[in-house]
């Protein structure tokens, strides 16, 4: 079993609906938790950090975790064509070390 | 501010040849210092990562080597390329808890 599991997707939605993306991870130790947002031939770049159970909000995007299922969510409102590109989770171990990456999900916003 | 550097852009080598793809990072010091590919439509293989000069970790046996022979450059090289070697190169640095920040890649072609 994978520490983190992310469906690859393609998921494709119209321009304006809410997307919901997510992970599992299987370590309870974790306790970090990113998103990443990479364009087509283009490093990842973070997008949202949370820390431990909660929401985060930024502008349109929530980051939501729920460490007693080992869940973790990015939601898009208000979709836009611009947000089209492929979307990995991230954690962390509390004490700190390597990051464990997503497969990461293909997202196509269509106009 | 910290910034990443990480050249060239696109390559294109024949089976055999060698390799080296360059990294290197501003405004920070002592940084930790990964080497990832993607394949297409896959996710992120850590390859090397480094926490300090002539300190690397490799994290799958292959065809590749890396070296970090300054503080803040990290080399990634190959004497003969495989056709398996194509893919998408990502220089990162940072690590523990508050993410990495990604390069903008190096898409290799093998031919």
């Known amino acids: 079993q994978k520490e983190v599991e992310q469906d690859p997707g393609p998921l494709s939605v119209p321009e304006g609906a809410i997307v919901s993306l997510n992970c599992t991870y299987s370590?309870?130790?974790?306790?970090?938790f990113m998103w990443y947002r990479q364009y087509s031939r283009k490093g990842p770049e973070l997008l949202m950090y949370t820390y431990s159970s909660g929401n985060k909000e930024d502008g349109r995007f929530t980051a939501q975790v729920d460490k007693s299922s080992k869940y973790i969510s990015l939601f898009i409102r208000d979709s836009q064509p611009s947000d089209s590109a492929t979307y990995l989770c991230a954690t962390v171990p509390m004490q700190g070390g390597k990051l464990i990456f997503g497969q990461g999900t293909e997202l196509s916003v269509k106009p | 501010s910290q910034t990443i550097h990480q050249w060239p852009a696109t390559l294109v080598q024949p089976v055999g040849s060698p390799l080296s793809l360059e990294c290197t990072v501003e405004?920070?010091?002592?940084?930790?210092l990964y080497w990832y590919r993607q394949a297409a439509g896959r996710g992120l293989q850590l390859l090397f990562y480094s926490v300090g000069i002539g300190q690397i970790s490799s994290e799958v046996p292959q065809n590749l080597s890396a070296s970090r022979p300054q503080d803040r450059q990290f080399i990634l090289s190959s004497k003969k390329l495989l056709l398996s070697d194509s893919g998408f190169y990502l220089c990162a640095w940072g690590g523990g808890n508050y993410g990495y920040t990604f390069g903008s890649g190096t898409r290799l072609t093998v031919v």
């Open positions: 370590n309870s130790a974790f306790q970090y």
């Open positions: 405004g920070t010091s002592n940084p930790n």
